[in-house]
Antibody
Framework: EVQLVESGGGLVQSGGSLRLSCAAS????????MSWVRQAPGKGLEWVAN????????SYVDSVKGRFTISRDNAKNSLYLQMNSLRGEDTAVYYC????????????????WGQGTLVTVSS | QSVLTQPPSVSGAPGQRVTISCTGS?????????VHWYQHLPGTAPQLLIY???NRPSGVPDRFSGSQSGTSASLAITGLQAEDEADYYC???????????FGGGTKLTVL
């Protein structure tokens, strides 16, 4: 059974930093691109970042470029999101999701999702 | 403003058929990038409903179906049930933004 368990969310002041983690199990982690997707209160889903199987390619939504860094540790089957210079608009539930299993994923989809971890940025 | 446009809400009575549209442009759906659909109940993990325009993952009832034409896609739900009440999102890739994009979401109410 595929499991994705996020942790690391919490309350942080504007301008602060937070590191989210996602522990993956039940599948061969190294075969898949992995992603972070978020949902702000009362808003829809928003893709945040993707990372390739070996970590050699990363992509981000424009609003987090230069502030957030996605990474992975394949030896630990873990995904991370380092969030710096946090703003109020980053307040959201952050989901870890398994993306696609190919090397090129322009038409990829999110097959499995974690339960999410809440990040609240206060001013 | 989302790159993919969905109606904010749709509704239907039990047993009826409803459709949810997802309108894009020449840099996403119209460019041939696949469309995927998710069901999301508040407080839970989103669930993949349809992938690659019209494919259902195992376990998803055949009451759910997807289609795509030109710069738009649609999700159809037949035999509406109370448990279908949820938020639905379409997702694709946009070459102008060089990233994954979601629709704004549609809230389905079962009357």
């Amino acid at each position: 059974e595929v499991q994705l368990v996020e942790s690391g969310g919490g309350l942080v002041q504007s301008g602060g930093s937070l590191r989210l983690s996602c522990a993956a199990s039940g599948f061969t982690f190294t075969r898949y691109w992995m992603s972070w997707v978020r949902q702000a209160p009362g808003k829809g889903l928003e893709w945040v970042a993707n990372i390739k199987q070996d970590g050699s390619e990363k992509s981000y939504v424009d609003s987090v470029k230069g502030r957030f860094t996605i990474s992975r540790d394949n030896a630990k089957n873990s995904l991370y999101l380092q969030m710096n210079s946090l703003r109020g608009e980053d307040t959201a539930v952050y989901y870890c999701a398994r993306f696609c299993g190919s090397t090129s994923c322009y038409s990829g989809w999110f097959e499995f999702w974690g339960q999410g971890t809440l990040v609240t940025v206060s001013s | 403003q989302s790159v993919l446009t969905q109606p904010p809400s749709v509704s239907g009575a039990p047993g009826q058929r409803v459709t949810i549209s997802c309108t894009g442009s020449s840099s996403n759906i119209g460019a041939g990038y696949s469309v995927h659909w998710y069901q999301h109940l508040p407080g839970t993990a989103p669930q993949l409903l349809i992938y690659a325009n019209n494919n259902r993952p195992s376990g998803v009832p055949d009451r759910f179906s997807g289609s795509q034409s030109g710069t738009s896609a649609s999700l159809a739900i037949t035999g509406l049930q109370a448990e279908d009440e949820a938020d639905y999102y379409c997702q694709s890739y946009d070459s102008s933004l060089s990233g994954v994009v979601f629709g704004g979401g549609t809230k389905l109410t079962v009357l």
